[in-house]
């Protein structure tokens, strides 16, 4: 079964720069979707931006569009998530998590990441 590692949280500054990545070990994660989701303290868990099997196709909520984007190389078998302008707002653990399609609900993901925490500063 597929496990995953998140990696690159740390405490930053608004308008900073950061990326993470979520590295894969096992069999078939090329013929996976990922999607990272973050959960604030006090808040539920949130929809932060997903890619397809090949990297081919990318999804992202509104919150994050034309801040973050998601990538993949499978041949690494990780998925990136780079995050530009950073706000307050965005500090949350972020987690990564495999499934068969892409999706926004976190159900839809079998398998997750332990999670990184990203904080953001003013």
């Known amino acids: 079964q597929v496990q995953l590692v998140e990696s690159g949280g740390t405490l930053v500054q608004a308008g900073d720069s950061l990326r993470l990545s979520c590295t894969a070990s096992g069999p078939s994660f090329s013929t996976y979707a990922v999607g990272w989701f973050r959960q604030a303290p006090g808040k539920e868990r949130e929809f932060v931006a997903t890619i397809n099997s090949d990297g081919g196709q990318t999804y992202y909520a509104d919150s994050v569009k034309g801040r973050f984007t998601i990538s993949r190389d499978n041949t690494k078998n990780t998925v990136y998530l780079q995050m530009n302008s950073l706000k307050p707002e965005d500090t949350a653990v972020y987690s990564c998590?495999?499934?068969?399609?892409?999706?926004?609900?976190?159900?839809?993901?079998?398998?997750w990441g332990q999670g990184t925490q990203v904080t953001v500063s003013s």
């Open positions: 998590a495999a499934g068969v399609v892409m999706s926004i609900i976190y159900r839809r993901y079998f398998t």
